[in-house]
């Protein structure tokens, strides 16, 4: 579902450039659950966004579901991953001015959602990540976990084909770990495809295969 | 040089509060390495903001090295913050608009160093956590892993005698994670207090102790 052929991103810094990701080829099926690995500034967070359609390869050929991304209008790109892709950031990207029930409806709202059932299926996403009692908070009023598990739930509440998981534990205690890690699975088994970068070995062994990355390159 | 008696934190939130800490005893000696563990939401960072004068507690007393912090103006805290405490926070607060080097440096300038001295220190911690090659990027083109090592860097700069690392290796491969704790382990070898919020416990057991958080209270 996912094919990358000789995929390449520089990043232009000047006089510079960092070579974020140097001919990475890879294959992903439909319902794997894949792992990433690597040291800080190997270039997973490059990767991950070019999988998930917001930043586009220097070079190299991507085809997502037999769509070769290189041909595709930003418009048709947005598209694409509205649909497809379920994306769970780094750095969470929550909208500060919304509350945690208002950032998880938004996919809903892309789609078309009513405003009741954007209410019924973002409440209950919250509550299967332990936050039914923080809805109405804002982001700057949630601790960094919690955050973390409002990004959680925005990716999965319009039941993406796809999900992109980008250190999506780092802020949380062992047993929260695990709740997320399990909704994972869950999606797993119902033939999700689930891509997860981590630095937890112990997270990444659930994952059908691990790749790990280096300086740009695949080990 | 800490003293916590029946601190108390609540945050009004409309008609209901959320009692963050309840009335929480604590004490750490000069030269300690505390460690803080405790689920996703059950006030750690919080407990942190205060140590880190930061908040003021709602209630209850706080000795800061025979200062009772509740007799201090914004100011004398401000005052008091920039020379004792190196705060490394959970989620990270660099300033978008500096480079690596001159968001380490913040702390410096503060401290009336000349700019060529506040240089030499940023660039020679800024390489001591592996960002050599990074010094003028901004924030946003940095990994997530190397903005927290910023953030750390900008924490230890101006060699603090009390030093407040909330979740600091939480992007950070288990390597990198390492050479922090060590970073850690040298400043504690100096006589520096260090408090640690982590989610790893392999981290957490390089403390002296650790004290367990649950719902706002100390287990
Ligand atoms: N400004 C605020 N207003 C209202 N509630 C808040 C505010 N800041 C934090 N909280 C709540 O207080 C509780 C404690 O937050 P805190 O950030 O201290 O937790 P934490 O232990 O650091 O969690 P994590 O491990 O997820 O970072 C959380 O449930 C959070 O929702
Ligand atoms: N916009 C940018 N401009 C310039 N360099 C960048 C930019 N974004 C990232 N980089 C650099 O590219 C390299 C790869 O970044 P990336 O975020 O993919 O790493 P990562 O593997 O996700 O790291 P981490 O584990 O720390 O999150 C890093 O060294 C970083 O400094
Ligand atoms: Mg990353
Ligand atoms: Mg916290």
Same mark, same amino acid.
């Given at each position: 579902?996912?094919?990358?052929?000789?995929?390449?991103?520089?990043?232009?810094m000047?006089e510079?450039?960092?070579?974020?990701?140097?001919?990475?080829?890879?294959?992903?099926e439909?319902?794997?659950f894949?792992?990433?690995?690597?040291?800080?500034g190997?270039?997973?967070?490059?990767?991950m966004?070019?999988?998930?359609?917001l930043t586009r390869?220097?070079?190299?050929?991507?085809?997502?579901e037999?769509?070769d991304?290189s041909?595709?209008?930003s #418009?048709?790109l947005?598209?694409?991953? $509205? &649909?497809?892709v !379920?994306?769970?950031? *780094?750095?969470f990207?929550?909208?500060?001015r919304?509350?945690?029930l208002?950032?998880?409806?938004?996919p809903?709202?892309?789609?078309?959602?009513?405003s009741k059932?954007q209410?019924?299926?973002?409440?209950?996403?919250?509550?299967?990540?332990?936050?039914a #009692?923080r809805m109405?908070h804002?982001? $700057? &009023?949630?601790? !960094?976990?919690e955050? *973390?598990?409002?990004a959680i739930a925005?990716?999965?509440?319009?039941?993406?084909?796809?999900i992109?998981?980008?250190?999506?534990?780092?802020n949380l205690?062992t047993?929260?770990?695990?709740?997320?890690?399990?909704i994972?699975k869950d999606?797993r088994?119902?033939?999700k495809?689930?891509i997860?970068v981590t630095?937890?070995?112990?997270?990444?062994e659930?994952?059908?295969?691990i790749?790990y990355?280096r300086?740009?390159?695949i080990?």
């Amino acid at each position: 579902v996912i094919q990358f052929d000789k995929i390449s991103k520089v990043y232009p810094m000047g006089e510079k450039s960092v070579e974020a990701l140097q001919e990475i080829s890879l294959e992903v099926e439909e319902g794997e659950f894949l792992s990433i690995m690597g040291p800080s500034g190997s270039g997973k967070s490059t990767l991950m966004n070019i999988i998930g359609c917001l930043t586009r390869p220097t070079s190299g050929q991507y085809i997502l579901e037999g769509l070769d991304i290189s041909r595709l209008s930003s #418009d048709e790109l947005a598209k694409v991953r $509205n &649909k497809k892709v !379920g994306f769970i950031f *780094q750095a969470f990207n929550l909208l500060p001015r919304m509350d945690a029930l208002e950032n998880v409806a938004l996919p809903l709202v892309y789609a078309g959602c009513t405003s009741k059932r954007q209410r019924e299926l973002s409440g209950e996403i919250l509550t299967s990540v332990g936050l039914a #009692d923080r809805m109405n908070h804002h982001p $700057n &009023k949630l601790s !960094g976990g919690e955050q *973390q598990r409002v990004a959680i739930a925005r990716a999965l509440v319009n039941n993406p084909s796809i999900i992109l998981a980008d250190e999506p534990t780092g802020n949380l205690d062992t047993k929260t770990g695990e709740e997320i890690m399990r909704i994972f699975k869950d999606m797993r088994q119902q033939g999700k495809t689930i891509i997860l970068v981590t630095h937890d070995q112990s997270k990444a062994e659930l994952a059908d295969r691990i790749v790990y990355l280096r300086d740009g390159r695949i080990l």
